[in-house]
T-cell receptor, first 113, second 113 residues
């Protein structure tokens, strides 16, 4: 069975500082990894994905994520946080051979002005 | 947002009544999914479809059924609604292959009283 862990329910960061939202995963096959963001009363929006290739993936709104196979992690990062980045962030994983996607429980990011 | 529409957006229903939620897409994507979102649980997969009349169960499928008679429509039915099914329901679509990221609808807030 595949699973995703987001160990932090909430991350607080000052505006302008770098941010990291953590994610670890478990799959039996090759992992397809995703990050999504959810603003209040909205559906999830796709940020970025890793399927294969470079371990550093760049996505929307200046976000990037680093795939680390040995640590089974896919942490979301941004060099300089904006107040508008405050939202709920979800990590997700899919075993490459299947279509079921498993989501983490989400991490609330609060960027403090 | 991608061409994906959920209806209704809000619904209040009584315990024991059947309820059907509709997801309509205009993207001609092969895969469609129903998730529920609850605090502390993130998103959990209810059912998904990999083609017309082809569906499979997710991790929380008990009490739910689905149907997909056309590529563009994916229906979720609560056969006899219970209070534990009070939740926000999201439909998602994906194209598969390299277009494996999911696009989400705006959600349906269902309250069972």
């Amino acid at each position: 069975a595949q699973s995703v862990a987001q160990p932090e329910d909430q991350v607080n960061v000052a505006e302008g500082n770098p941010l990291t939202v953590k994610c670890t995963y478990s799959v039996s096959g090759n992992p397809y990894l995703f990050w999504y963001v959810q603003y209040p009363n909205r559906g999830l929006q796709f940020l970025l994905k890793y399927i294969t290739g470079d371990n550093l993936v760049k996505g929307s709104y200046g976000f990037e994520a680093e795939f680390n196979k040995s640590q089974t992690s896919f942490h979301l990062k941004k060099p300089s946080a904006l107040v508008s980045d405050s939202a709920l962030y979800f990590c997700a994983v899919r075993d490459g051979g299947y279509q079921k996607v498993t989501f983490g429980t989400g991490t609330k990011l609060q960027v403090i002005p | 947002d991608a061409g994906i529409t959920q209806s209704p957006r809000h619904k209040v229903t009584e315990t024991g009544t059947p309820v059907t939620l509709r997801c309509h897409q205009t993207e001609n994507h092969r895969y469609m999914y129903w998730y529920r979102q609850d605090p502390g649980h993130g998103l959990r997969l209810i059912h998904y479809s990999y083609g017309v009349k082809d569906t499979d169960k997710g991790e929380v499928s008990d009490g739910y059924s689905v149907s997909r008679s056309k590529t563009e429509d994916f229906l979720l039915t609560l056969e006899s609604a219970t209070s534990s099914q009070t939740s926000v329901y999201f439909c998602a679509i994906s194209g598969g292959g390299s277009n494996t990221e999911a696009f989400f609808g705006q959600g349906t807030r269902l309250t069972v009283v």
